[in-house]
């Protein structure tokens, strides 16, 4: 089964060598991607006979090397933003369904890697070049950064450890700093610390 495309409308006023879809596949998806997507708009190129299909979501496009179905495979959740402008749009011929949807607006999960990671944010335990991120709470090794002007120890790159503290509802983790040992938000809004699992409150 396929749905309606919309026209492949760009802003772009060179020469296409493209010809538009009016018709194209319910759920795409590549290897690389985490979730099942919509197209909105496609493309033939004449030349070389690639399909090309655009994601309501923005998040990209993706060729007919691409998955191609009329359900997403059980348990493989959809995206959650292609999914509500589709069925909005009324591509979606048989409305709302049970699908588990997925929306994972950036900066709003936690990060993969530490926000504290190649930061001043830690402190430095006794007896070697280590310190605790006081972001997340890990213990990592401490780098020599900065120029010959400028010389700091940083804590290393590191995943994003089990106590993260609370992001500012304003700016999540984005401008980390430190106020009288504590993190807290370059806005100045303090910030919960980690729960430690030793159950202490923090210092070195
Ligand atoms: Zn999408
Ligand atoms: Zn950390
Ligand atoms: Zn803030």
């Given at each position: 089964?396929?749905?309606g495309?919309?026209?492949?409308?760009?802003t772009?006023?060179?020469?296409?060598?493209?010809?538009?879809?009016t018709?194209?596949?319910?759920?795409?998806r590549?290897?690389?991607m985490t979730?099942?997507?919509?197209p909105r708009?496609?493309?033939?190129?004449?030349?070389?006979?690639?399909?090309?299909?655009?994601?309501w979501c923005?998040g990209?496009y993706?060729d007919?090397?691409?998955?191609?179905?009329?359900?997403?495979?059980?348990?493989e959740?959809?995206?959650?933003t292609?999914d509500?402008?589709?069925v909005?749009?009324?591509?979606?011929?048989?409305?709302?369904s049970d699908?588990?949807?997925?929306?994972?607006?950036?900066?709003?999960?936690?990060?993969?890697n530490?926000p504290?990671?190649r930061?001043t944010?830690?402190?430095?335990?006794?007896?070697?070049r280590v310190?605790?991120?006081?972001?997340c709470g890990?213990?990592?090794?401490?780098?020599?950064?900065?120029g010959?002007?400028?010389?700091?120890?940083?804590?290393?790159?590191?995943?994003?450890?089990?106590?993260?503290v609370?992001p500012c509802?304003?700016h999540?983790?984005?401008?980390?700093?430190?106020?009288?040992?504590?993190?807290?938000?370059?806005?100045?809004?303090?910030?919960?610390?980690?729960?430690?699992?030793?159950?202490?409150?923090?210092?070195?």
């Amino acid at each position: 089964m396929s749905v309606g495309l919309l026209p492949p409308v760009t802003t772009s006023c060179g020469r296409i060598d493209a010809e538009p879809l009016t018709e194209g596949p319910r759920f795409v998806r590549t290897r690389a991607m985490t979730r099942w997507h919509r197209p909105r708009s496609g493309r033939r190129y004449v030349r070389t006979g690639r399909t090309v299909y655009d994601l309501w979501c923005g998040g990209g496009y993706v060729d007919d090397t691409a998955f191609q179905r009329d359900e997403p495979l059980a348990g493989e959740p959809v995206c959650g933003t292609c999914d509500g402008r589709a069925v909005g749009a009324g591509q979606e011929p048989d409305g709302p369904s049970d699908r588990e949807l997925l929306f994972s607006p950036r900066w709003i999960d936690p990060p993969k890697n530490c926000p504290g990671s190649r930061s001043t944010l830690f402190a430095e335990m006794a007896g070697g070049r280590v310190g605790r991120c006081l972001v997340c709470g890990d213990h990592q090794p401490l780098r020599a950064m900065g120029g010959p002007y400028d010389p700091r120890y940083g804590i290393v790159q590191h995943p994003t450890g089990a106590a993260l503290v609370a992001p500012c509802p304003f700016h999540r983790w984005r401008y980390l700093t430190v106020v009288d040992g504590c993190v807290a938000c370059g806005c100045g809004r303090p910030l919960d610390a980690p729960a430690r699992p030793d159950g202490g409150t923090g210092g070195s």
